[in-house]
């Protein structure tokens, strides 16, 4: 099939690549020049495992192709897919809508025969109805159907997660756009994807719930985790007890400092202010916001008690400082709240992060990056682990460190408090 994607970020180009790769021939367009260029150079402008790879492969078999031609894009796809970027607006709780209504004004300006507009951005309810009435003022109803699937992508596994779905979401009531949407997922669902559909009200919401409950999942974790600290339980246990119970599946209950990235934190406030609107109170997500947002500075607290209040000059090392393992998104991670509280409190502080350098370090005072776990943890008084790499997983701390009085936390439970107790090292972790 030929299709067009419009916004070239993580779900965008991964969206892209997939189709592509399944056979579809597919136009991605971008405003950005430099991100266009950088693709057309065989380079990828973000951090996604197994992407490269694939983008290329399927660029030089001229399957995928970059430009910022809405115009030819347009015109050579029969569905055309909005992925841009919904980020939550300045100083609100509300998602910034504009990029969505923009490339809908843009792309009505060039279809000239039917399309098929699929909105893949995430965008509260009601949104579809605004791009439909958006485009119908420019173009006759007959011309184009607005239809809404919601991506579940998560960052790091987003190629496994677009080609083993739980699920395919398609949100129309439209019987014969329905059957070529269907047609396009066809590959995915013959292995085994299940497919529901809706209205386009109904699966933008199921977008937003989605993601709401996920991260009320992790919350609710996260706090039985503090329980279980006073009370001389293992969450660990817990979490298998509970997950094993089908009506509340394991997935989704791992402890950790805070949930971040670019989604929930964004989703759940967006849900929040949709529900007002409509003038219900959704107030198990308020206070799953609330949590999460006093978790960051709780485990900040308890970084402070390992050191036994005594921050200033001491030395600690990071390992991970993005949002969680496998992508280089530093958005809402809870790092941003522990380094630089820690700093200014006069800590020494070393981070290794795999995916490089982070900008949002840069000026805050004695804060190195390090290119190794060596160097970074090298004579520290604490090592954190902050997020779960597989590199994370088998470090020697005694070697590693040269500290005799090394004290470790481990805020993604990695290693055995049983084992590490026995090697003597002073060890804390999540819940247990
Ligand atoms: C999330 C959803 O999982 C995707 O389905 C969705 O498509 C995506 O948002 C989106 O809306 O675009 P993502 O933000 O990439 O994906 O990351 P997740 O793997 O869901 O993790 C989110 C946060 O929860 C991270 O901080 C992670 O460390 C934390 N988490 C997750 C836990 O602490 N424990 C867990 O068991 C799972």
Redesign the pocket.
Known sequence: MKICIIGIG??GLVTATCFADLGNSVWCVDNDQDKVDLLNRGQIPIYEPGLDELVNKNYFAKRLKFTMNLNLAVKSSDIIFICVGTPSLKKSRSPDLQFVFEVATEISKYIKKFKIIVNKS?VPVTTGDKIEQLISKKIKKELFEVVSN?????????IR?FRFPDRIVLGTNNKKVLKKMVSLYDPLIKKGAKLFTTNRRGAELI?YS??AF??T??SF??ELANLCENSDIDVEDVALGMGLDQRIGA??????????????P??TKAITVMGDQFRTNLSIVKSVIKSNEKRKKLLTKKIEKILSNKVKNKKIAFLGVT???N?D?MR???SLTMIPTLSKKGAIINYYEPTGEKNEFSRLNNVTFCDNISTACLKVDLIIIH??WNEFKAIDFKKISKNKKLKIYDM?NLYSPHKMNKQGLSYYSIGR
């Open positions: 993580y779900v995430t919601p991506e579940f992508l998560r960052e790091g596994d987003a997660d977008k989605s993601n996920l991260a999942k992790v974790i996260n997935r989704f209950l791992r402890v950790g400092p805070a949930y971040g990235g670019s989604c929930f964004k989703d949002f969680k393992a992508t998104d809402e991670s809870s997020t779960e993604r």
